[in-house]
Nanobody, 116 residues
Framework: QVQLVESGGGLVQPGGSLRLSCVAS????????MGWYRQAPGKERELVAR????????YSAASVKGRFTISRNNAKSTVYLQMNSLKPEDTAVYYC?????????WGQGTQVTVSS
């Protein structure tokens, strides 16, 4: 049974930082590309960033490029998202999943709210 558990969200002021973590179980973590996704109220879920199985290749959406960094620790089956210079438009529930996403694997996500 696949389980993805996200953590690290919270309320932060504009310009602040957060580091999200996602611990995976039930999958061959070191063999799969992982991604961070987000869903803002009233919007569709979107890919924020992804990272190759070995961690050497990353992609970030244009809206977060230069501000967000994805990384992973295969020994801990964990993928991270370092978010700097946060903006109100980054407010969303953040999820991790494989890339491409496996629909049945979505976890509960972690809420990120950027507000003064």
């Amino acid at each position: 049974q696949v389980q993805l558990v996200e953590s690290g969200g919270g309320l932060v002021q504009p310009g602040g930082s957060l580091r999200l973590s996602c611990v995976a179980s039930g999958i061959s973590f070191s063999l799969v590309t992982m991604g961070w996704y987000r869903q803002a109220p009233g919007k569709e879920r979107e890919l924020v960033a992804r990272i190759s199985s070995g961690g050497s290749i990353t992609y970030s959406a244009a809206s977060v490029k230069g501000r967000f960094t994805i990384s992973r620790n295969n020994a801990k089956s964990t993928v991270y998202l370092q978010m700097n210079s946060l903006k109100p438009e980054d407010t969303a529930v953040y999820y991790c999943n494989t890339f491409p996403a496996t629909q049945g694997n979505w976890g509960q996500g972690t809420q990120v709210t950027v507000s003064s």
